[in-house]
């Protein structure tokens, strides 16, 4: 069997109405500001190495997809705290044994995110 797909670069196209107001909560929720704006219609973030957030005004396919960004962190209590303190809202912590800790939440134009955290590793 061939190996699969191993990308060297993923990126989330996620479509916004404003992109300066998302480009703001972003930059609260991430914690730093985007790494470039490759186009009028696009902000990028750098994620991690070969991970980008792509925010963009100008996909439709990307608008008509819709999509749930999951966010990985080693701490989600820690990660919740931080984000309490800049005014951003979570879910509840939730967790079922065995499997990841998570929270949910949604941005100001009603995108799907998550923290989640790998337990026992």
């Known amino acids: 069997m061939a190996d ?6 993923v ?3 996620l479509p916004v109405g404003d992109l300066q107001a998302a480009t703001a ?4 929720v991430l914690g730093h500001g985007p790494s470039g704006d490759p186009s009028p219609t696009d902000v990028e973030f750098d994620l991690r190495d070969g991970v980008s957030l792509l925010l963009t005004t100008g996909d439709e396919d990307a608008e008509r997809a819709g999509a749930k960004v999951l966010l990985g962190v080693g701490d989600l209590d820690a990660e919740r705290s931080r984000l309490a303190d800049a005014g951003i809202g979570t879910g509840e912590r939730q ?19 998550g923290l989640v955290q ?4």
Request: net charge negative.
């Open 4 to 9: 699969g797909l191993k990308p060297a670069l």
């Open 95 to 113: 967790e079922i044994g065995g499997a990841p800790a998570w929270s949910d939440f949604e941005s100001p134009e009603g995108h799907l995110l």
């Open 11 to 13: 990126i989330v196209d």
């Open 25 to 28: 909560w972003y930059t609260r």
């Open 118 to 121: 790998q337990l026992g590793r």
